[in-house]
C-alpha cells in the first residue's frame, strides 16, 4: 500500500492478530533514510540495522543517515543514487538493509506470518530488495503491477545466495536484445558469512485475470503458490480495462464484464487465491469464501486504521471526509509514470488538487519510477514522464506522454510523513491513494471515537467467523 503506508507497524498489528501482515516494499530506502534523518524515534531502524547479517553495511548506512535528534524540519533529506544497469553495491546494500528492516520489525517477537509486496514495475530494486526481506524470514512475496514470470526462480536462487539476474523491460530494444541487472550476495556484501540460512518464502502475484494467471503458471520460472486477484475498485494501480479504452464523464476509465475474473475457472487451477478490491464487508468475506477462496485482502480500511504508516493529520481528514460521506475517489488514467491506472483520493492541499500540482516544479530526484530506453548506441538511458517535461523530451519522450504525470516518488512518501524540502522553500505536497471502498471506513468507528484499530478492522471483518477459519490477507 503506497509508500510507508502498509508499514512494519501495521504489517506486525495484523499478523499478531492472526492474519497475514503485509508490509509495501515500494521505496525502502528513501523510507529507512527519513526515519534515520528524523532521530530514528524508539530506536527501531537501528535496533533492527544491528541485526543485519553484514554489519559493515550497516554500520556504513547508520553512519551516512543517522541524525541525532533528528534534522531541522526545513532540512531536505538525503537522498540514494537512482538505480541502473549497473547499480553501485552500496545502493544494492542500502536496498537489501531496508527491505530487511521492514521485515524484521515486522516480525520481531511474534510468530505470525508477514509478506512483503513490490512492483514489477520497480525492475531494478527488485533483486535487493527480496534478498533482503529474505534475510528476516519475510513468508510471502506478493507481487503486482506486471506479469512477474521471474521472480519464483529467483526466490529460489536466493535461497542459496546464488547471483541472480532479472531481465528489464527496455524500451526500444530489439528482439534479441537482452538487458539483465544482476545481484551476487557474495560481491556486494564484504563481509559474506556462509553460515547463513534462508527459507524460500511463498509467492503470491497479483493478477486481475485468469488468463494471467494461466500464463504465471506456465511461464514463470518457479513455482507459483498462489494468487491475489484484485479488481478495479482496489487502491493503488489498477490494471488497464480490457478492449477499447472507454472513459465516463469524469474521465476515468470504464470497466466492464470482460474485466470480471471467472473464479470457477480459477478454482480448476488448483491454486489458493484472495479476492481483493472492494471486499472490506463481512458480507463480501463470506461471498469470497463461498466462491471458493482462500481469504480476502483489505487495503483501504487498514490503510486509515491507527498503526498505518500515514500521516496523522492525513488520516483524519480522510476518515472525517469518510464519515460525513464526501470521500471521492478519483481513476486518474495518467497521474502515474507506469502508464496505469491509479486511483486518487481527491483533499484538498494535496496534488490531487489542480492548483497545488500547477504550483509544483518537476523534479526527478529519487527516480523509483524511471524507465529504461535503447540509446541510438546502444547504451541505455533512464527517464520518467514525471520529470521535466523538457528532459524528457530530450531522451526520446513524447511531450503527451508527459501531461498530467504526477512524480507518485516524491508525493507517496510526503503521505506518509517524509515531505520532502526543497532549496526554494517548497514543501513537497501529499499524493494519496484509497480504494473505492473509502466511502465505507467511517462503520469502523467504535461509538464516540474519531480513530480506529487494525483490530477493529479485524473484528468488524471477521464478525461470527472465526479468526483462523481463513487464512486471509488483510494488509
Not at 174 to 181: F, G, T
Request: glycine residues 10%.
Amino acid at each position: 500500500m503506497g509508500v510507508a503506508i502498509s508499514d512494519w507497524r501495521l504489517a506486525k498489528a495484523v499478523s499478531q492478530l492472526g492474519q497475514m501482515g503485509v508490509a509495501s516494499g515500494t521505496g525502502l530506502s528513501r523510507v529507512m533514510i527519513s526515519r534515520l534523518m528524523d532521530g530514528d524515534v524508539g530506536g527501531h531502524a537501528r535496533r533492527a540495522l544491528s541485526h543485519f547479517p553484514f554489519q559493515d553495511a550497516a554500520q556504513e548506512i547508520v553512519k551516512r543517515y543517522f541524525v541525532p535528534g533528528g534534522k531541522a524540519a526545513d532540512a531536505p533529506y538525503k537522498t540514494a543514487p537512482m538505480y541502473t544497469l549497473r547499480p553501485p553495491k552500496f545502493l544494492d546494500a542500502l536496498t537489501a538493509a531496508a527491505n530487511f528492516v521492514e521485515v524484521f520489525l515486522a516480525k520481531e517477537g511474534h510468530a505470525g506470518a508477514v509478506g512483503v509486496n513490490l512492483l514489477e514495475k520497480l525492475q531494478m530494486p527488485t533483486l535487493a530488495s527480496l534478498y533482503g526481506a529474505m534475510l528476516a524470514g519475510v513468508n510471502y512475496v506478493l507481487m503486482g503491477a506486471g506479469i512477474p514470470t521471474q521472480i519464483a526462480g529467483i526466490l529460489d536462487r536466493l535461497t542459496h545466495h546464488e547471483e541472480v539476474e532479472y531481465r528489464l523491460d527496455v524500451t526500444g530494444a530489439d528482439k534479441d536484445d537482452s538487458y539483465r541487472i544482476k545481484f551476487d550476495p557474495r560481491a556486494v556484501f564484504s563481509d559474506w558469512m556462509e553460515s547463513i540460512k534462508i527459507k524460500r518464502p511463498k509467492f503470491l502475484p497479483i493478477i486481475s485475470s485468469v488468463v494471467l494467471a494461466q500464463a504465471l503458471i506456465k511461464r514463470s520460472e518457479g513455482a507459483v503458490d498462489g494468487f491475489i486477484i484484485e479488481g478495479p475498485t482496489a487502491g493503488g494501480h489498477n490494471a488497464p480495462p480490457r478492449g477499447a479504452g472507454k472513459f465516463n464523464e469524469r474521465g476515468e476509465p470504464i470497466y466492464g464484464e470482460k474485466d470480471e475474473v471467472d473464479l470457477e475457472k480459477m478454482k480448476q487451477l488448483g491454486l489458493p487465491f484472495w479476492l481483493a478490491g472492494g471486499y472490506g464487508h463481512p458480507d463480501q468475506l463470506q461471498k469470497a469464501l463461498a466462491a471458493g477462496a482462500a481469504g480476502i485482502q483489505v487495503g483501504t480500511a487498514f490503510a486509515l486504521c491507527a498503526e498505518s504508516g500515514m500521516d496523522a493529520e492525513i488520516k483524519h481528514a480522510l476518515i472525517q471526509k469518510a464519515a460525513l460521506g464526501e470521500a471521492d475517489v478519483f481513476t486518474d488514467p495518467v497521474a502515474s509514470p507506469t502508464g496505469f491506472p491509479f486511483k486518487v483520493a481527491r483533499l484538498d492541499g494535496t496534488l490531487s488538487q489542480k492548483d497545488a500540482y500547477d504550483a509544483r516544479s518537476r523534479i526527478c530526484d529519487l527516480g523509483f519510477l524511471r524507465a529504461a530506453f535503447k540509446k541510438e548506441d546502444g547504451s541505455l538511458g533512464y527517464r520518467c514522464p514525471a520529470e521535466p517535461v523538457a528532459d524528457y523530451v530530450a531522451k526520446g519522450g513524447k511531450a503527451d506522454d508527459a501531461a498530467g504525470r504526477t512524480c507518485l516518488c516524491n508525493n507517496l512518501a510526503a503521505t506518509a510523513g517524509f515531505p520532502q524540502a526543497r532549496k526554494d522553500g517548497y514543501v513537497e505536497k501529499p499524493l494519496i491513494t484509497m480504494g473505492d471502498d473509502w466511502l465505507n471506513v467511517g462503520r469502523l468507528l467504535p461509538p464516540g471515537k474519531t480513530s480506529f484499530s487494525a483490530a477493529d478492522v479485524i473484528n468488524y471483518l471477521l464478525g461470527a467467523l472465526r479468526a483462523d477459519s481463513a487464512q486471509t490477507a488483510l494488509a
